[in-house]
């Protein structure tokens, strides 16, 4: 594994820790898109659905296992747990306008027309717009939480990490 996938891995660990921390600490979920948690629950179950299928290592499948369990946990504490404090007025940002394009993209371009692959290039498509909900809403509301740009800026780490990650697989 090289530096850049370990350090966009952490990245993102910390982005959640920091999100889940946040929710748990203020009890509440102001401020948060319960629209982008969802897509990015469904972006993890889209891309480790191969978890009961395909073994790669020890550090993969608990890191698959802790994506799934803590965006489940979070759309849980969004609507179910705080659900009082979520601001629904806010977050409504049309979700189909990112599902659909997303889903089509992975069945016209994909590695491999196989479900698990299909499904994995769903994935990526969606990831990189299921961000999108929150950043309405906060242009919405006209502020963030410090906690809350923490999180986003953690969001940011991952993601760029991840392209250098890309770049050097591609030239390695």
């Known amino acids: 594994m090289n530096i850049f996938r370990l350090s966009a891995d952490l990245a993102h660990l910390v ?4 999100l889940l ?9 102001a401020g948060l898109s319960g629209r982008s ?48 404090t979520f601001d629904r007025n806010h977050d409504t940002c049309r979700i189909e306008f990112l ?30 717009v299921a961000i999108m909900p929150q950043l309405f809403m906060l242009s919405k509301t006209g502020s963030a939480e410090t906690i809350t740009a923490h999180y986003l800026f953690a969001l940011g780490i991952y993601r760029g990490l991840y392209i250098l990650n890309w770049v050097y697989r591609y030239y390695m």
């Open 99 to 128: 599902v659909l394009p997303s889903f089509v993209l992975a069945l016209l371009i994909n590695h491999d027309f196989s479900f698990f692959e299909v499904l994995w290039t769903f994935s990526i498509y969606l990831e990189s």
């Open 37 to 84: 948690q969802v897509l990015f629950l469904l972006v993890f179950v889209c891309r480790y659905l191969d978890i009961f299928t395909n073994f790669v290592s020890i550090y993969n499948t608990v890191m698959k296992l802790f994506f799934i369990s803590s965006s489940v946990a979070t759309v849980y504490f969004i609507y179910q747990k705080f659900r009082a």
């Open 21 to 29: 921390w946040k929710i748990w600490k203020t009890r509440s979920c």
């Open 15 to 18: 982005a959640i820790l920091i």
